[in-house]
């Protein structure tokens, strides 16, 4: 396989080889439903495309991240994909792919870097854009004053950092909402519960929960119904992903509004894989389509939803 990656020119590590091509690729844990959903979409889409996968679970670390790509440096796979659990510290390890001539495709999440020939295509959603239909949901569908706590992803993961952005911006346009209190609760659900449990004892006169994915969401639920007030009534929950469970509450009206973030991207990536290992040309942002869901929309969705 010939390449041009990342503006390197030359030929792969794997030039002269034949058969099928090998993808490294660095997941960033099993956190949330939607993790879930993106792992299986990758592996069969591997499999539909014919490209073997090696595959890692990163537990949510950057550190094990950074050792599997390391790994797969070394295996000389044709090209490596990574979902980077933060946005920052990656330039040295893809500095090494860059000189070892294996391209790299960012996944779901981007990374913080001045040098973007470090990779050569960034497929997923827009956050920031998904933080501003949050927003926005919340501005029209409320009068104030609105006493919002938010439960944040993974610190220093784009999604935890853009969807808090685009939030903020849509809300400013209303000076009686008000984020109280905003943490990090990681992406899982035992994480969204706790979190809320505080939020609860300091904060009780919350209006609104504005959790950075569903999985969060549906802990703050468990919390919610444990101090004895009704989810989706005395406290509205706008949430982001749109899994089946987070779409079930939303169906059930225990959750409010759900903004969709896209995560079957394996069909995608190995098309732009197979591209970029043959040299082809390839956008260097690819835009995952996404929509939103009221409760009435849920309810007409999910016997469809796949994940
Ligand atoms: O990067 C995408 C986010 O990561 C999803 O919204 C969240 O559920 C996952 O853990």
Redesign the pocket.
Same mark, same amino acid.
């Given at each position: 396989a010939t390449l041009t990656a990342c503006g390197s020119g030359g030929t792969s590590a794997k030039d002269g080889d034949s058969g099928e091509l090998t993808m490294g690729f660095a997941q960033?844990g099993a956190? !949330?439903g939607?993790?879930t959903a993106n792992t299986k979409s990758i592996q069969q889409s591997a499999k539909t495309a014919g490209i073997e996968l090696k595959f890692s679970d990163a537990q949510q670390k950057q550190e094990n991240q950074i050792k599997a790509i390391r790994s797969y440096i070394q295996q000389k796979v044709d090209v490596i994909a990574f !979902?980077p659990v933060v946005e920052t510290g990656w330039d040295a390890v893809l500095l090494e792919a860059k000189r070892a001539r294996i391209p790299v495709i960012l996944t779901?999440?981007a990374v913080d870097s001045d040098d973007d020939t470090l990779y050569e295509t960034f497929l997923g959603s827009d956050f920031v854009e998904e933080g501003e239909k949050a927003g926005e949901w919340l501005v029209q569908n409320t009068e104030g004053p609105v006493n919002v706590v938010e439960l944040q992803?993974t610190t220093g993961?784009a999604?935890a950092i853009d969807r808090k952005k685009g939030f903020e911006e849509k809300i400013a346009a209303r000076p009686d909402i008000k984020i109280k209190a905003s943490q990090s609760g990681d992406?899982t659900r035992s994480g969204g519960k706790q979190v809320m449990e505080a939020f609860l004892r300091s904060h009780p006169d919350v209006d609104v929960v504005y959790a950075h994915?569903?999985?969060m969401g549906l802990g703050a639920i468990e919390a919610i119904k444990a101090a004895g007030k009704k989810p989706g009534e005395d406290i509205k929950i706008i949430t982001?992903?749109a899994v089946k469970d987070g779409m079930q509450a939303l169906a059930d009206g225990e959750i409010n509004y759900i903004v969709e973030?896209n995560p079957l991207l394996g069909d995608q990536l190995m098309e732009l894989a197979k591209k970029v290992v043959d040299g082809e040309k390839v956008p260097k942002r690819v835009v995952t389509e996404e929509t939103t869901f009221t409760p009435e929309q849920a309810k007409k969705a999910l016997p469809d939803r796949q994940y």
């Open positions: 960033v956190e !949330s939607w993790r !979902s779901d999440r992803g993961a999604p992406f994915n569903d999985d982001v992903d973030c």
